[in-house]
């Protein structure tokens, strides 16, 4: 433990940020990280309670009370390396992640919770800053050949791993860059793409190739999953050319909304509109879907239709309204019947603070317009009982959208790619593999098809990137199992 008293004598300090008025004129992050006497200050509010309810809220299980103690005291480099043993990108998730964990700090009881996020993101900036962070080449090589099949975080921690196990790694991504939904969902705003980058050289030094522009399958996509692929590799190739194949390909298929007027020009998916700002911002010459002086909607009020906010406001909107299905949460949980658990409760992303009309209970009824160009829609509210929707008799209104923007969630993944493999799928179409050994399957993470596994958001459904990150790690576990009898890779 840091401080014995910490927790008494300092208070949860929030990371510094640009001023709303002057961030939105950029897409830069404009999140500060604490400096060294913050952060040592952070670190010895952790009172290292006996049982880190924190480290079991963290999906990665992150060793968090080892790391606030060696910050503390100054040991940024041994706290570094207690991070990296269970985490392979802490700069993505010290910049994006929820922070289950600091829900579960048991000083989240009665008082604020320690700043654990801020914290994990100053020591992967400290390790970064100070070239601490270095290829980790395994000299051993197994002659082992792995294809990982997507590059979001599920796929790269998959690859890093296995690669780390000493087996010969290619990742395939349909996309033009690498990174999966970190590259071409997160607004730069949240997460500058230059950490990506620096993960890749790491990677490449550590005997990774990535083939971008390339799509595994037949072929085949859904409407609205975005592709740069220039070429096409079938599954058959893939499994004839290597030892064993990870599935990483996300859960792209987006939620529609069925309502008269939905084919109107101006109605988007996020995922059409999102990509191409980020596409800008690295340099492309592309026609961003502009929301500059439009009256924007965003329909969904998750961390896609902020991100949408976000980027609509970096445009210049004249407006942004967004709408949500589901009541209003409250301000505060009640924590004696919430905590360790993630609560529900009202959240108020950066992107909100910088101006939307937030409106709850909310369903859209139809879309109109003039000229083949939507030019509003119409809204009722409607009440929940039972689980149960009811729209409010008589509360129908117009109102004016130059761009609707539709961030209702993402349903499954792509059903095309799944079938092309001939993967099983659960009852919401996700890829079908246990998590454990012992749950019927072969082996964890193994679907149905000899020597292919599945991770990630394509197999527990659309969740979050430090989920994916542990399913990555997990599954190469698996891999290194089947293609060696046993692994010494970490969960
Ligand atoms: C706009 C947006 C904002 C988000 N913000 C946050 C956030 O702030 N914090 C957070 O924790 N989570 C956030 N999430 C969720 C998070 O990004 C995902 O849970 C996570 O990226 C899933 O990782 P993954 O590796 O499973 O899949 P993805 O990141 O989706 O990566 C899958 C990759 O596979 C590629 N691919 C698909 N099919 C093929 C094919 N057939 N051949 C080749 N390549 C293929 C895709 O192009 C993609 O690059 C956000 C999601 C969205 C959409
Ligand atoms: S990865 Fe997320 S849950 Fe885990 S310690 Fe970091 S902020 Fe907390």
């Not at 103690?69 to 570094?80: F, P």
């Not at 270095?134 to 099949?149: L, S």
């Not at 590059?151 to 790694?169: E, N, T």
């Not at 969630?409 to 890829?431: I, M, S, T, Y």
Request: hydrophobic fraction near 35%; proline fraction near 5%.
């Amino acid at each position: 433990m840091g401080k014995v008293t910490g927790f008494i004598e300092y208070q949860r300090l929030k990371e510094a940020s640009e001023a709303p008025e002057s961030r939105t004129k950029h897409y830069r992050e404009f999140v500060i990280t604490l400096n060294n006497d913050e952060a040592k200050q952070q670190g010895a509010r952790c009172m290292d309670c006996g049982i880190p309810f924190c480290q079991t809220g963290c999906p990665i299980n992150n060793i968090i009370p080892d790391w606030n103690d060696l910050v503390y005291r100054g040991n940024y480099a041994e706290a570094l390396d207690t991070l990296h043993s269970t985490n392979n990108f802490p700069e993505f998730t010290g910049r994006v992640c929820p922070a289950p964990c600091e829900a579960a700090c048991t000083l989240n009881i009665n008082n604020d919770a320690v700043g654990i996020k801020s914290i994990e993101h100053f020591i992967i900036d400290k390790g970064w800053e100070e070239g601490w962070v270095k290829p980790q080449i395994n000299p051993v090589k197994t002659g082992k050949t792995v294809a990982v099949v997507g590059s979001g975080p599920a796929g790269l921690a998959a690859a890093q791993q296995l690669a780390r196990a000493g087996h010969a790694v290619t990742v395939f991504e349909k996309s033009d860059r690498i990174g999966g939904l970190l590259r071409y969902g997160i607004p730069d705003f949240k997460m500058e793409k230059s950490h990506i980058d620096r993960r890749i050289t790491q990677m490449e030094a550590e005997g990774v190739t990535f083939k971008t522009s390339v799509l595994v399958g037949d072929g085949k996509l859904t409407a609205g999953v975005g592709s740069d692929a220039k070429e096409t590799v079938s599954p058959e190739t893939l499994k004839q050319e290597f030892d064993a194949v990870v599935l990483a390909v996300g859960s792209e298929h987006p939620r529609d909304l069925p309502v008269p007027g939905r084919e109107l020009k101006g109605v988007y998916y996020a995922m059409e509109f999102l990509p191409l700002q980020n596409k800008r911002v690295a340099g492309d010459d592309v026609e961003v879907i502009s929301a500059k002086g439009k009256h924007v909607v965003v329909i969904g009020g998750g961390d896609t239709g902020s991100d949408c906010v976000g980027t609509s406001n970096r445009h210049g909107a004249a407006s942004v309204t967004q709408f949500e299905l589901m009541p209003q949460p409250p301000e505060q949980e009640n924590k004696t019947m919430t905590w360790p658990n993630w609560p529900l409760k009202m959240r108020t992303s950066s992107s909100h603070e910088e101006g939307a009309n937030r409106d709850w209970s909310v369903t859209t009824k139809a879309l109109v317009g003039a000229n083949g160009q939507v030019t509003g829609l119409k809204a009722a509210r409607v009440e929940w009982s039972n689980g149960k929707m009811e729209e409010v008799p008589g509360s129908e209104w117009e109102m004016k959208a130059d761009i609707v923007l539709l961030a209702m969630g993402f349903v499954h993944p792509v059903a095309p790619v799944l079938e092309a493999f001939g993967v099983d799928r659960d009852p919401r179409g996700n890829a079908l593999a246990n998590t454990e050994e012992n749950l019927g399957a072969a082996k964890a993470y193994a679907t149905n098809v000899p020597k292919l596994f599945a991770a990630g958001d394509m197999r527990r459904g659309q969740s979050l990137v430090v989920w994916a990150i542990r399913e990555g790690r997990q599954c190469a576990k698996a891999v290194d199992t089947f293609l060696m009898g046993s692994s010494s890779l970490p969960r």
